[in-house]
Structures are given as C-alpha cells and as structure tokens.
C-alpha cells in the first residue's frame, strides 16, 4: 500500500474545528493494508462479515475509516492534530513512527 496524493474530503466539519482528507492509494485496500492501519492507535473496529467489509480507527484526535476493496481511505483529524497526518503517511509507507 503506497499513498499517491491525498485529496480534502467532501465530508468535513470545519466549524467544530475537525477536517478531513482521502489518502488516495496505489491499490485497494486488503486485510494486510487495514491491519497495518491499525497499528496508528485508538479503539479499532473491523467488520470483516459484512459484504463491503468496512473499518474504523478512533482516537480522540481523530478518526480513519475505510472499505476494504476501495482505493482511498478517510482520515479525519482535529485541526489542532494537523501533525497526525504525516504520521499515518509515515505508518503507511513503513517508516517508523
């Protein structure tokens, strides 16, 4: 999983101080890709039964959510944890955090 740009996601909440981006990706997501994700921290949930299997990582600074399948996953930060964007790019890219 390589990230190839990262675009502002259409679903943010800028007025309560939250924003958010797409990572966009190489390749779709796989059980491997999600569970390297899961490495960034916070409570993790995975439903990996339902059709379209659907993930979600939460911290109190910010939530990741994803489809396994697709080519992008969401990553939406309080803007005061801006920084926490490069850190997942490092997470995903096999640099250590």
């Known amino acids: 999983m390589n990230i190839i740009g990262r675009r502002r996601s259409l679903e943010t909440c800028t007025e309560s ?4 981006v ?3 990706l ?9 569970e390297c994700l899961r490495q960034a921290g916070g409570s993790f949930l995975y439903l990996k ?7 979600k990582i ?3 600074t910010y939530v990741m ?5 697709d080519s ?3 990553f939406a930060f309080h803007r005061e944890a801006a920084s926490e964007l490069e850190r997942i790019e ?3 890219t096999g640099i250590p955090i």
């Open 90 to 92: 490092k997470l995903v």
């Open 58 to 60: 939460e911290d109190h």
């Open 26 to 34: 190489d390749a779709p997501l796989t059980d491997e890709d999600i």
């Open 49 to 55: 039964q339902l059709k379209k299997p659907f993930f």
């Open 65 to 69: 959510k994803g489809v396994r399948g």
């Open 72 to 74: 992008f996953f969401r």
């Open 22 to 24: 797409d990572f966009l």
């Open 17 to 20: 101080g939250w924003d958010a």
